[in-house]
């Protein structure tokens, strides 16, 4: 039988690793120069977001995936997270560092908070 925590997560689910932009870091996507990089399984599967820091805090976390379709519908009406990019292409090339490390994080127990680069 399926828990219920193992298709909809609580907060205690979270792995979460603070991520800054590195000095000559060209390819960085987000328009904040650090945040948390955050990874829930949602209905089993790796859910990767990020949560810029920034003031006024962040209303919600952006998800980030290589599906750039689910992405944008996800992430409808958020427009300041990202960096502007000239082609789908170049976003893919921008985000999927981050997604497979957050997928990566995914891999940790329940509830880690890495404070570096420890991925």
């Known amino acids: ?10 907060a205690e689910d979270v792995r979460m690793q603070v991520i800054h932009k590195a000095k000559d870091e060209a390819d960085w996507p987000f328009t904040a120069e650090s945040g948390v990089l955050a990874c829930v399984k949602v209905l089993k599967k790796p859910a ?56 990566r994080l995914c891999a940790q127990p329940p509830g880690t908070s890495l404070s570096g680069s420890e991925l």
């Open 1 to 10: 039988m399926t828990e219920v925590n193992d298709l909809f997560p609580g």
């Open 48 to 103: 990767v977001y990020f949560v810029p820091e920034q003031t006024p805090e962040a209303k919600r976390a952006f998800a980030i995936d290589t599906d750039l379709l689910g992405m944008s519908l996800i992430n409808l009406g958020m427009t300041d997270v990202l960096k502007p990019y000239g082609s789908l292409e170049t976003l893919l090339k921008r985000i999927t560092p981050f997604v497979t490390m957050g997928r």
